[in-house]
């Protein structure tokens, strides 16, 4: 079972950045999926990103595309969310998760980490 931690998260002004990062805990992590979901008070989990086990696809939601990129390094078990031009209605809690498939779908993925809190003030 991957075991999966973020970090990066903080408060950061409307135009900034961050990068968040998920470390995983075995090299399985190598052979799935990861994706970065997002949590806001009182919202439901949404979809942010999607990269497949090699790197090679990328998805994105409309939301984010264009600001947000996806990336993981297997080597290191690493997997990464550059955040540019934040804006306050990117303010929750994300996640970090491991799965068969680079999907939209947050059932396909069985392994989560404990989430970050990112803060964009206005």
């Known amino acids: 079972q991957v075991q999966l931690v973020e970090s990066g998260g903080g408060l950061v002004q409307a135009g900034g950045s961050l990068r968040l990062s998920c470390a995983a805990s075995?090299?399985?992590?190598?052979?799935?999926?990861m994706g970065w979901f997002r949590q806001a008070p009182g919202k439901e989990r949404e979809f942010v990103a999607a990269?497949?086990?090699?790197?090679?696809?990328?998805y994105y939601a409309d939301s984010v595309k264009g600001r947000f990129t996806i990336s993981r390094d297997n080597a290191k078990k690493m997997g990464y969310l550059q955040m540019n031009s934040l804006r306050p209605e990117d303010t929750a809690v994300y996640y970090c998760?491991?799965?068969?498939?680079?999907?939209?779908?947050?059932?396909?993925?069985?392994?989560w980490g404990q989430g970050t809190q990112v803060t964009v003030s206005s």
């Open positions: 990269i497949s086990w090699y790197g090679g696809s990328t």
């Open positions: 998760a491991a799965g068969d498939a680079a999907v939209v779908d947050a059932a396909r993925y069985d392994a």
């Open positions: 075995v090299r399985t992590f190598s052979s799935r999926a």
